[in-house]
């Protein structure tokens, strides 16, 4: 069973920073695209981010220059740094390990508000 295991979500103020990490299995995360998701109430899961095994990233246009995607080769992890958070950030957000086959963590909450 691969798992995906989320961490760092939680409230901030417009302006803040947050950090999540997924961290997955070294077969998984050797040979996978990682990507981090995110949904708001009535809005469809959308692409925030993602990393290809060699590096390479993406980014939706409302988050560049403001977020970043690593990867932590030593720990399988893979990061979102995410600075000047907007309110509009405010998702549930979700890892994914795309490859041969889909995987999906369970979701942390991320809210801005003041």
């Known amino acids: 069973q691969v798992q995906l295991v989320e961490s760092g979500g939680g409230l901030v103020q417009p302006g803040g920073s947050l950090r999540l990490s997924c961290a997955t299995s070294?077969?998984?995360?050797?040979?996978?695209?990682m990507g981090w998701y995110r949904q708001a109430p009535g809005l469809q899961r959308e692409l925030v981010a993602s990393?290809?095994?060699?590096?390479?990233?993406n980014y939706v246009d409302s988050v560049k220059g403001r977020f970043t995607i690593s990867r932590d080769n030593a720990k399988s992890t893979v990061h979102l740094q995410m600075n000047s958070l907007k309110p509009e950030d405010t998702a549930v957000y979700y890892c994914?390990?795309?490859?041969?086959?889909?995987?999906w963590g369970q979701g942390t909450q991320v809210t801005v508000s003041s």
């Open positions: 994914r390990a795309q490859g041969a086959q889909d995987y």
């Open positions: 990393i290809g095994s060699g590096g390479m990233t």
């Open positions: 070294r077969s998984i995360f050797n040979f996978y695209v």
